[in-house]
């Protein structure tokens, strides 16, 4: 089975940076699934929140298959996430502090199949953080094309 599905929160690396990542699974509905297998998915604000002592992923869009009935699935609901006790206790205490979030940076499967959600302790990025990261960005490829000439 090849398993080429690698969709990504493109902007949770510039607007954030990553303390802790976890892979979680994620419970879907047979057309969601179909729908991710095919690359239909959008993760551009997804973030996680805390319910009842469960982990949901917010504003993961999956679009609805393309061949689904009248049994297809709402698009932009909440979905669970599924993670260990143990580390959705450390998730919950750590989210609690100020400054600190839950994002989701990427969904893919898995070799058996499954489907997988990319999750990452993240503390928010200062408008200069982000212009010192593009400034050497921009050094960088700089430096590149001098290398190569």
Not at 19 to 45: C, F, P, Q, V
Request: aromatic share 10%; charged share 35%; with cysteine.
């Amino acid at each position: 089975m090849q398993n080429n599905i690698n969709i990504r929160n493109k902007k949770a690396g510039f607007n954030f940076t990553f303390i802790e990542k976890y892979i979680a699974g994620i419970k879907l509905t047979g057309t969601e699934i179909k729908s991710i297998r095919s690359g239909k998915a959008n993760m551009g604000d997804s973030y996680c929140i805390f319910y009842n002592k469960e982990l949901f992923i917010r504003g993961l869009s999956i679009s609805e298959y393309s061949f689904g009935t009248h049994v297809n699935h709402d698009p932009g609901q909440d979905r669970k996430l599924l993670l260990n006790k143990r580390e959705l206790k450390k998730l919950e205490r750590k989210s609690t502090v100020k400054g600190l979030t839950i994002v989701a940076i990427r969904i893919f499967i898995n070799e058996r199949g499954w489907a997988k959600v990319e999750i990452a302790l993240a503390k928010g990025k200062q408008e200069y953080d982000k212009r010192e990261e593009i400034k050497n960005k921009d050094l960088k490829r700089d430096m590149d094309r001098v290398r190569k000439y």
